[in-house]
């Protein structure tokens, strides 16, 4: 066998939901009679979807604790068969489980999609790049002309989700051990971001989600703040909202939309 | 090219449960080795501990995805990754395994062993000469530790790694374990292998422990490092001399101490075995 072939057929039996023929096993791999290839080549079998699945347990740990190890293996091996990783980081491999429980949803937990979607942006902002936050007083000057004209550069640690039910008080049940509530089926926003080392997420209002979202994409400060013309106080509003990421270290640079973009860009070209 | 071996001394995997103590202070190890793709994000905890580690004793980065004996080209992500960590980190040695896990750009994620033939031989020397020409250093790559073998096979393991470093210059990481342990699944005599490894191409060695499955010996890291790994490793200084040596532990990891004690263990056996015959140099 060339080593194409013999390497096709390794990947085939680790990988294939059904057993490999034993004829063929015995053909291309030496085992001994007290221990046959078959036996042998099980044993990277058996590890393969182990070692997956561990890495799977590690990034989705509130997953892990609603439905039990049993449950979740299951699903991640339904998972996995469909998914195999296609990234040099085994830590990658879970980042179509939220695609997939919307595909595949537990009938009884609609919710789950939207858990995995909040443990996934955990897991990415613990990992992305650092970036000094701006301080108290960056907006200091800025006069109302200027609001047209200025951007918002955010942390690259900072993800913003939108999602089809309240995700975050079914970690937080998790997180402290308590009978999660039933599901919350509507839109829900959570901001997710890395301070120091440390990983956090608190729900959004949707209007200052969608503001988020526009900082992220390039919009100016005007456009940022129109998002909160349906509150009662727009301004008190927005102002609140970016004095909150100021608090955080959400905005990393207060700059033109075009350096706003370049800076997106540079980003981008990283990843 | 022959391999530099350098004057590292006695070392332990950098592993999460002990990056406090890490961060606290300068735990006694001479040096550390550290999981390649665990540090190629740019951000986080993982890369500061490892670049506050790195200015206190030197690195070696030990890759597990490069998949050196794929059939599959060598994905160009995965090569700016390991450059820049290489760039950002400085390591000492960069070393990763002679094996393969990836098919058609899936990854299994497994040190899968190659059939010894000569179209493996040529197949790996020149990808080692890829990814050196990349890197503009040495490649170590280690030999793996295995549960099955091939038909095709036609020349032993060690046999292969001499004529590859030949070949490719490449570098040898000797995991004594995996020697241990694969000789034990294959029925071979582990002092011929050492005898079959070329001196002067030995970069450091592997310690770590294993588990016995019955009809097998598993790679498992789970525990300190076993009387028959000692033995091995006092034959292994016996016939290489000076080697780096480097504490594996990866699963059911203890406190630092006592992987720690574990470096220190390999540091006195070098000793015993070496000082007499040091002795008599000097003399």
Not at chain 1, 44 to 54: C, G, H, I, P
Not at chain 1, 213 to 235: H, M, Y
Not at chain 2, 49 to 55: I, S
Not at chain 2, 228 to 233: D, G, H, K
Request: contains cysteine; aromatic residues 8%; proline residues 7%.
């Amino acid at each position: 066998m060339t080593l194409a072939e013999t390497q096709a057929l390794f990947h085939e039996i680790l990988t294939s939901a059904e057993p490999v023929a034993a004829e063929r096993i015995e053909a291309c791999f030496a085992g001994t009679p007290d221990h046959p290839a078959s036996e042998r080549v099980a044993i990277y079998a058996n590890m393969y979807l182990w070692r997956l699945v561990d890495a799977l347990r590690e990034t989705f740990p509130q997953l892990v604790r609603y439905l039990g190890d049993e449950r979740f293996a299951a699903l991640a091996e339904d998972y996995l068969r469909r998914n195999p990783s296609d990234h040099h980081d085994v830590g990658q491999v879970g980042r179509r489980l939220a695609a997939f429980l919307r595909e595949h949803p537990d009938p009884e937990r609609p919710d789950l999609a939207d858990l995995a979607e909040l443990e996934w942006a955990r897991h990415q902002v613990f990992f992305a790049p650092p970036a000094e936050p701006v301080g108290p007083d960056a907006f200091a000057g800025l006069d109302p002309a200027s609001f047209s004209r200025t951007g918002l550069v955010l942390s690259p640690a900072l993800r913003v989700l939108v999602l089809d039910h309240a995700a975050a008080p079914l970690w937080r049940s998790l997180e402290d051990g308590e009978p999660p509530d039933a599901p919350s089926p509507g839109a829900s926003a959570v901001a997710v971001w890395r301070g120091g080392f440390d990983v956090f997420h608190t729900p959004l209002a949707l209007d200052e989600a969608i503001a988020l979202e526009g900082a992220a994409s390039g919009d100016s400060l005007a456009t940022i703040c129109a998002a909160f013309t349906g509150r009662e106080d727009p301004a008190a509003a927005a102002h609140a909202a970016l004095g909150s990421w100021l608090a955080e270290g959400w905005i990393t640079a207060v700059a033109q939309p075009r350096d706003v973009l370049a800076a997106l860009d540079r980003r981008v070209a990283r990843r | 090219m022959t391999t530099s071996r350098l004057d590292l001394g006695h070392g332990i995997g950098l592993r999460t449960r002990h990056f406090a103590q890490f961060m606290a202070g300068r735990p006694p190890v001479d040096w550390v080795e550290a999981v390649t793709e665990n540090f190629m994000a740019p951000g986080g905890r993982p890369i500061s501990v490892l670049e506050k580690v790195r200015a206190e004793v030197p690195v070696v980065l030990h890759g597990v995805s490069l998949a050196i004996g794929s059939v599959d080209p060598i994905p160009e992500r995965y090569l700016a990754a390991l450059q820049a960590v290489v760039k950002r980190i400085e390591p000492a040695l960069v070393s990763d395994h002679l094996c393969w896990g990836a098919h058609r750009g899936q990854y299994v994620h497994d040190l899968l062993p190659l059939p010894y033939t000569e179209e493996s031989l040529a197949h790996v020397a020149s990808r080692v000469h890829e990814v050196q020409e990349r890197l503009g250093r040495q490649l170590l790559l280690e030999n793996p530790s295995s549960y099955v073998a091939y038909r095709d096979s036609s020349m032993t393991e060690w046999e292969f790694l001499a004529e590859l470093t030949r070949r490719s210059g490449c570098g040898i990481l000797l995991d004594v374990n995996n020697v241990h342990v694969s000789a034990h699944n294959h029925g071979f005599d582990p002092q011929e292998y050492l005898r079959g490894i070329p001196v002067d191409r030995v970069g450091y060695f592997h310690l770590a422990g294993h588990s016995d499955k019955g009809k097998y010996l598993l790679d498992s890291h789970d525990h300190s490092v076993p009387a028959a790994v000692w033995e091995l490793y006092r034959a292994a200084l016996h016939r290489f001399g000076r080697v780096p040596s480097l504490v594996e532990w990866d699963e059911a990891i203890p406190p630092l101490d006592e992987v720690v004690a574990e470096s220190r263990r390999a540091a006195a056996i070098e000793t015993e075995v070496l000082a007499p015959a040091e002795r008599r140099l000097a003399s």
